[in-house]
C-alpha cells in the first residue's frame, strides 16, 4: 500500500460553544462536518485507506458522517489527547504498513484535492511534509493586557493539515514521544522532536479550521447558499385533468382508494389527482405531457396504477440535476369528500415523488351544483408543481 489517511476525530470542541455535539459532527451544507473531511480525502483519489479517529463513545453519532467506500475502514477509538489518538491511528495501521501517511484534523472539511496533491507529491523527495500559510497579522507579545513587544513576523507561518510523513518513521516517532511523555499540538512538532525534517509546501487560505460556533455557522451558510445558488432556476407548471363518472363503489384520487357512489372511467385508473400533478411536473420541465409519454393507445397503460406515471415525471426532474420544490393540487366534484383521505393523499404523493409531505397540498372544492361536474357527471383537478434546475440545465 502506498498512501494511507488518518482523520483525527476524536476531540470533543470544547472550544466551540456548540454545547452538546462536537464540531466534527456539526452540520454544515447538509453534511457533518467529518463527512465532509472524508469524502474531500475519498474525491481526491490520493488516499488507499482512510481510519478515522474518533471520541470512544461517539459511535452512534458516526454512523452518518461514513460514506460507502471500500477504502474507508472502520472508526479507530481515539485518546484522550490529540497525540494519542494519532498514535492509535498509526497503530492501526500497522498490518497495512502503508509507504506513507496524511494526518488530517476533522475540523479542516475544505482541505481540497490540490493541497492534499502537493503534500503527496512534495513527500516523493522528503519525510516530512507540511502546508504552511504566511503569518499575515502583526504578531504582538501581551502580557496583563499590555503589548510588550512587537514580534517579528519574517519567517513565521501558521501550520495547516493533512500533513505528510513516512509511515514507519512517523509511528517510530509518535512512540518514542509518547515514552518519553512528550506533548506536543500537531504531528510536524512530533516529528521535528525526533529530528526528522520536515519540509512545507503552500497552504490553503480556504483550508480553515472550523474551531468555534461562529465559524461552524458561516460554513453552513456559505454552503448552503453554494447549493441553493446551483439549482436556483425555479420552474412552474401547470396541469389539468378531468375523467367521467362511471359505474363503480370507490374512486383513486392522489393514489388513495377512496369510497364513493360512484367510479371515475379512464384509460388507466382514472386518478385524476395524480394526472393533473404529473402534467404540472412535466410542464415545470418542458418535458411534454402525460399523454405523450404514456398513450392511451398504448395497451401497457390499460387500468395502470397512475403512480408510475408521477414517479416517471419526477425521475425525469432528477436526471436533469433538479429537485421538486413543491406540489399543491385541487380536486373539484360533487364527492366524495376529500378531507378524511386529505393526510393520506399527501403521504402518498409526497412518497411517489420522492420528497417530503411539507411539500405536498392537496385542496378539494365542490363545483356548486354548476355545469358538467355539479352534476355529477365528472370530476376534474387542477395542479401546480415547482422545480428548482440548475442553471446549466
Ligand atoms: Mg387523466
Known amino acids: ?42 474525491d481526491s483519489g490520493l488516499a488507499d485507506l482512510l481510519v478515522p479517529v474518533i471520541g470512544p463513545d461517539d459511535a452512534g453519532q458516526y454512523a452518518n458522517s461514513a460514506p460507502q467506500d471500500p477504502r474507508l475502514a472502520a472508526p479507530i477509538a481515539g485518546a484522550p489527547t490529540r497525540q494519542g489518538s494519532v498514535r492509535n491511528g498509526l497503530a492501526a495501521l500497522a498490518d497495512s504498513n502503508p509507504d506513507r501517511v496524511l494526518i488530517h484534523d476533522a475540523a479542516r472539511p475544505f482541505a481540497g484535492a490540490d493541497l492534499i496533491t502537493r503534500v503527496v507529491r512534495a513527500l516523493d523527495g522528503a519525510d516530512a511534509v507540511i502546508p504552511v500559510l504566511p503569518v499575515a497579522s502583526t504578531l504582538k507579545a501581551v502580557t496583563d493586557g499590555t503589548v510588550t513587544a512587537t514580534v517579528p513576523r519574517d519567517g513565521l507561518f501558521a501550520a495547516e493539515t493533512p500533513q505528510g510523513f513516512r509511515y514507519a518513521l512517523i509511528r517510530d516517532a509518535h512512540e518514542r514521544a509518547a515514552a518519553a511523555g512528550k506533548e506536543f499540538t500537531d504531528d510536524a512538532a512530533v516529528a521535528e522532536w525526533a529530528s526528522i525534517p520536515v519540509r512545507t509546501v503552500a497552504g490553503d487560505p480556504a483550508n480553515i479550521k472550523l474551531t468555534t460556533a461562529d465559524d461552524i455557522a458561516a460554513a453552513d451558510r456559505r454552503l448552503t447558499m453554494e447549493a441553493a445558488l446551483k439549482i436556483g432556476d425555479v420552474r412552474v407548471g401547470v396541469g389539468y385533468d378531468v375523467h367521467a363518472f362511471g359505474p363503480g363503489n370507490e374512486v383513486m384520487l392522489g393514489g388513495v382508494a377512496v369510497p364513493h357512489t360512484r367510479g371515475l372511467i379512464g384509460h388507466s385508473d382514472a386518478d ?122
Open 1 to 42: 500500500m502506498r498512501t494511507a489517511a488518518i482523520i483525527v476525530a476524536a476531540g470533543r470542541g470544547s472550544r466551540a460553544g456548540l454545547g452538546e455535539i462536537p464540531k466534527q459532527y456539526q452540520m454544515v451544507g447538509g453534511k457533518t462536518v467529518l463527512r465532509r473531511s472524508i469524502e474531500t480525502f475519498l
Open 272 to 393: 385524476v389527482v395524480l394526472h393533473a400533478l404529473t402534467d404540472a411536473v412535466l410542464g415545470a420541465i418542458g418535458e411534454g405531457d402525460i399523454g405523450a409519454h404514456f398513450p392511451p393507445s398504448d395497451q401497457r397503460w390499460k387500468g395502470a396504477a397512475s403512480e408510475v406515471f408521477l414517479a416517471e415525471a419526477a425521475a425525469r426532474v432528477r436526471a436533469r440535476g433538479g429537485v421538486i420544490a413543491h406540489l399543491d393540487v385541487s380536486y373539484i366534484g360533487e364527492g366524495p369528500k376529500v378531507g378524511p383521505h386529505r393526510e393520506a393523499m399527501r403521504a402518498k404523493i409526497a412518497a411517489i415523488a420522492g420528497i417530503g409531505v411539507d411539500r405536498v397540498g392537496v385542496q378539494a372544492t365542490t363545483n356548486e351544483g354548476l355545469g358538467f361536474i355539479g352534476r355529477s357527471e365528472g370530476a376534474a383537478a387542477h395542479a401546480v408543481a415547482t422545480v428548482r434546475l440548475p442553471f446549466s440545465a
